[in-house]
């Protein structure tokens, strides 16, 4: 059974949001049209709490710099989607009633979470594997925001877990800072990811 994870579609990714993603908007119908055509759906949110070690205000540097945390090399990023604020809520054209589980990430202060099955220390799980193998799932298609960070860890960790994994590419969006598009698809490719429009 192939189960769809649409990642991170929340009002900060989009346009006008706080660390908006060119046409983030543009995927909702897509997305919306996918949802009937899978028997098991998860939506992602990306959910810091406002003194996130992922935030540049927080560590008083420029926004999408990088430091070097204790799990590696972390940008840093404007701050967004703080824990219930308006940004942090799904687009509001999104059919979000219609997924069975929500699997909220990046809860813990000190470590970012891009992937909906790890942290970025890429051993704290969030849960999301047992969730997806105790209701059947066999395979899994992605789909959201952001495809060269959430998108892309999210689909690494998927097939890292043994799931035929499968991202439709024409259904996200990306950041593509300093050629992390490229590296993304490429490291996609590389691992085995069944990349679609
Ligand atoms: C994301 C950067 C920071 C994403 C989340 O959803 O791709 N990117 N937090
Ligand atoms: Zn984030």
Redesign the pocket.
């Known amino acids: 059974m192939d189960a769809l994870i649409v990642?991170?579609v929340q009002n900060d990714?989009c346009p006008g949001g706080a660390?908006a993603v060119a046409e983030g908007d543009a995927i909702l119908p897509r997305i919306n049209a996918l949802m009937p055509s899978f028997d098991i759906r998860v939506l992602t949110q990306?959910w810091h709490p406002a003194d996130h070690s992922?935030f540049a205000a927080n560590h008083g540097a420029d926004p999408f710099s990088q430091v070097q945390m204790p799990y590696g090399p972390q940008v840093l990023?404007p701050v967004?989607?703080v824990q219930g604020t308006p940004g942090a809520a799904f687009h509001p054209g999104l059919a979000a009633d219609a997924a069975e589980l929500i699997q909220r990430k990046?809860t813990h202060a000190a470590v970012?979470s891009?992937s909906a099955f790890f942290e970025n220390d890429h051993t704290t799980p969030t849960g999301l594997e047992g969730w997806l193998r105790a209701r059947g799932a066999t395979s899994v298609t992605l789909c959201g925001?952001?495809l060269d960070?959430?998108?892309a860890f999210s689909a690494l960790d998927a097939v890292r877990l043994g799931f035929p994994t499968r991202v439709l590419t024409g259904a996200c969006r990306a950041?593509d800072m300093g050629g992390s598009l490229a590296d993304a698809l490429a490291r996609m490719r590389a691992a085995g990811v069944t990349l679609e429009d």
């Open positions: 990642i991170d990714f660390l990306d992922s990023w967004h989607c990046g970012d891009y925001l952001a960070y959430c998108v950041i």
